[in-house]
Nanobody
Framework: QVQLVESGGGLVQAGGSLRLSCAASARTFRSYAMGWFRQAPGKEYEFVAS????????YYEDSVKDRFTISRDNAKNTVYLQMNNLKPEDTAVYYC??????????????????WGQGTQVTVSS
């Protein structure tokens, strides 16, 4: 398993932006597909976005398409989630996850081998 630490959450007004980061401990970071998922208060976990090991393929949940962008820097063992035009319904704890894969595989659901402790994102109206 890989150790993951999320950062970058905070309080932002509706329409604002945040960039989340997830630092991974694994020296074989490039052997993992990565993703983000979230949990809003009183709700179940929800898949947000994912990216293949080399960044060539991405997948987004419909409600965040055209607003969120997932990317990764394998030299820094870090995956990012740029969130623009944030809405109050984006308020949640955001988690990053890792799934071993060296193919073009991109997770389309919450199916990760490892995940972090999460970072809180609060969007005020």
């Amino acid at each position: 398993q890989v150790q993951l630490v999320e950062s970058g959450g905070g309080l932002v007004q509706a329409g604002g932006s945040l960039r989340l980061s997830c630092a991974a401990s694994a020296r074989t970071f490039r052997s993992y597909a990565m993703g983000w998922f979230r949990q809003a208060p009183g709700k179940e976990y929800e898949f947000v976005a994912s990216i293949s090991w080399n960044g060539a393929h991405t997948y987004y949940e419909d409600s965040v398409k055209d607003r969120f962008t997932i990317s990764r820097d394998n030299a820094k063992n870090t995956v990012y989630l740029q969130m623009n035009n944030l809405k109050p319904e984006d308020t949640a704890v955001y988690y990053c996850g890792a799934e071993p894969s060296e193919s073009d595989y991109v997770p389309t659901a919450i199916d990760f081998d490892s995940w972090g402790q999460g970072t809180q994102v609060t969007v005020s109206s």
